[in-house]
């Protein structure tokens, strides 16, 4: 298989040069899927020593446009982790109180507890993605004159997580990238299936058409906010199997790179200090 490599921190890029329906050199669909089983096996293990570490965490974020798969990523990556161990958040038009404080605000609130593995679906990337598509009615009319908003909330967002990474929170992210006419083929499968349809909402079908501005976007999200410690991936995601191996991969190389162990009590030091 293909190694995925991080996103250059800093280098300008260009998705059209990222083939969303690339196989990053896997050929056999079946013996993938059973791959991508076993190392969400490992998955679940590591996450176990995780759990008895507690000094350190993992953070994932999961960004891509409607029907990347964000949710089905999510099941089939970590389908064998301890529910215990892990807290899904997914983040939505903020609420009235969420729009009376920092964009981070909501965002720091749910960062995962040492020991645990967090997975935001969507995140404060959004401040930067649909906020500024939507610049015109999203922002607060004070803001909407300020040209150097979002290269500010780059940097907000990169001091922000270095402050996880140097608070021993390890940050990997992921943008799922599809094709428009991939996600065409999946609305319209939704649309059709009963089971399905319910994942739908105008709002789908209205951002499509913003989908060039969304691009140039991710490019800027990309470019400005992949660094050493918290870098981007950008996974081929037309094909949902290729998909979920390439995160898995990534998730599991991670997670063994925080060599995760349980704390070793020395106890002859610990009954010397109780006398
Ligand atoms: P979904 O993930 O499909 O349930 O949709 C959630 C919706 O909330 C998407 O349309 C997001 O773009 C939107 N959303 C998430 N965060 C923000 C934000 N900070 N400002 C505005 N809209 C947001
Ligand atoms: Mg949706």
Redesign the pocket.
């Known amino acids: 298989m293909k190694k995925l490599t991080p996103v250059e921190p800093s280098q300008p890029v260009r998705l059209h040069e990222y083939d969303p329906g690339d196989h990053c050199g896997l050929s056999d669909k079946d013996r993938t899927v059973e791959k991508t089983d076993a190392i969400a096996r490992e998955i679940g293990d590591l996450q176990q020593q995780l759990f008895t570490d507690s000094t350190q965490a993992l953070l994932i974020v999961l960004q891509g446009m ?1 029907t990347a798969g964000k949710d089905g990523t999510i099941r089939r990556v970590f389908d064998h982790v301890n529910p215990a161990g892990i807290v899904v958040s ?5 609420s009235a109180e969420e729009k009376s404080h920092d ?1 981070l605000w909501r965002i720091h609130k749910r960062v995962p507890a040492f020991g645990q593995i967090g997975i935001f ?2 995140s404060h990337y ?2 930067v993605l ?2 500024r598509v939507h610049a015109d009615t ?1 922002l607060p009319l004070r803001l909407r004159s300020d040209r150097g908003l979002f290269k500010a909330r780059f940097d907000m967002i990169n001091a922000f997580e270095t402050l996880l990474t140097q608070s021993r929170t390890r940050v990997v992210k992921f943008f799922l990238h599809i094709s428009k006419d991939e996600q065409e083929k999946r609305l319209e499968a939704r649309e059709k299936d009963r089971s399905k349809r319910w994942k739908l ?1 105008d ?1 789908d079908f209205v ?1 499509r058409k913003f989908w060039k501005k969304y691009q140039q976007c991710y490019e800027d999200v990309l470019r400005f906010t992949s660094t050493e410690h918290s870098p981007w991936y950008v996974i081929p995601s037309d094909h949902k199997w290729v998909r979920d191996h390439c995160v898995a991969r990534i998730v599991r190389d991670t997670l063994q790179s925080m060599h995760p162990h349980p704390p070793t009590v020395d106890v002859k030091s610990a009954l010397n200090l109780k006398r």
């Open positions: 409607d997914s983040f939505k038009t903020p964009f679906n969507r959004e401040d649909v906020v999203l909402s709002a951002e």
